[in-house]
């Protein structure tokens, strides 16, 4: 039997492996589900760093939409793709994102016409290959949220803790509208639901990285939870893995 002080310090030794333990969470979902309030919570109560992965494709999609190129055009997407840099700067649970040197506000690309955009030229392989090592690289520092379509299935498929955010398409599609109007960019709560249901079908059906559960996932509908009760929920189930 060991003596009663080495135990005592083994203990403690393992406490602090366990304090110091640093995971990579990701959280995938469709849009409107709450993962951004989620994530940024998450990332700022464990003091872990903000992956949104939907901003890369937002700030290609803007980038496309102001040299009004044609996204279909492989020869040009290519061109396009290699005069492109994206960084994205993390601080927190806040994340800024500068495209050829130039800072993008995230309101810019937030608006509906970049959703779709978007959306669209997430489907094309040559895309999401040039932005697979731009998200990895994140993974090199431990302690990250990271929030998309494909994280727990594509780009970390080693991630400590995977989750899968869901929620009816009409109260998303409620939350998204109000989201909206808070900013001025006011729109139809039927034209939200309209563009929303076609932005699923078209991450969810894509042939390549489609929108689905990373196979150990772990499911949460946050249809009828408000942002902090999904938070608290996730929490408890980090906090058996810290
Ligand atoms: O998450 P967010 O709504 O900002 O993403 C915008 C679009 O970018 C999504 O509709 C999806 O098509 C694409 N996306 C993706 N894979 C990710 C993140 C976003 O295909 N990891």
């Not at 932005?131 to 998309?148: M, N, S």
């Not at 006011?186 to 699923?200: G, K, T, W």
């Amino acid at each position: 039997m060991k003596p009663l002080d080495e135990v005592d310090i083994t203990k403690k030794n393992e406490r602090n492996v366990n304090v110091s333990r640093r995971l990579l969470i990701t959280i995938d979902g469709p849009a409107g589900v709450g993962k951004s309030t989620v994530s940024q919570g998450l990332a700022k109560r464990l003091g872990y760093v903000y992956l949104d992965t939907g901003a890369l494709y937002r700030a290609l999609a803007w980038k496309i939409q102001q040299q009004q190129a044609d996204p279909q055009d492989s020869i040009r997407l290519a061109t396009l793709l290699s005069k492109t840099e994206i960084v994205l700067l993390p601080h927190g649970e806040q994340v800024s994102i500068q495209i050829d040197g130039q800072m993008i506000e995230p309101r810019v690309l937030r608006t509906p016409e970049i959703s779709q955009l978007a959306s669209s030229i997430a489907a094309i392989p040559q895309v999401r290959a040039w932005l697979l090592p731009i998200q990895r690289r994140f993974a090199e520092a431990r302690g990250v949220v990271a929030e998309g379509r494909d994280m727990g299935t594509r780009v970390f498929p080693q991630a400590d803790l995977k989750f899968f955010l869901d929620a009816d398409l009409s109260v998303r599609a409620e939350r998204r509208h109000m989201e909206l109007s808070q900013r001025g960019q006011s729109q139809s709560l039927d034209m939200v639901r309209e563009q929303m249901a076609a932005r699923d079908i078209r991450d969810r059906t894509r042939a390549i990285d489609p929108l689905c559960p990373a196979k150990e996932a772990i499911l949460v509908d946050t249809s009828h939870e408000s942002a902090p009760q999904v938070l608290e929920q996730m929490m408890k189930v980090i906090a058996d893995r810290l």
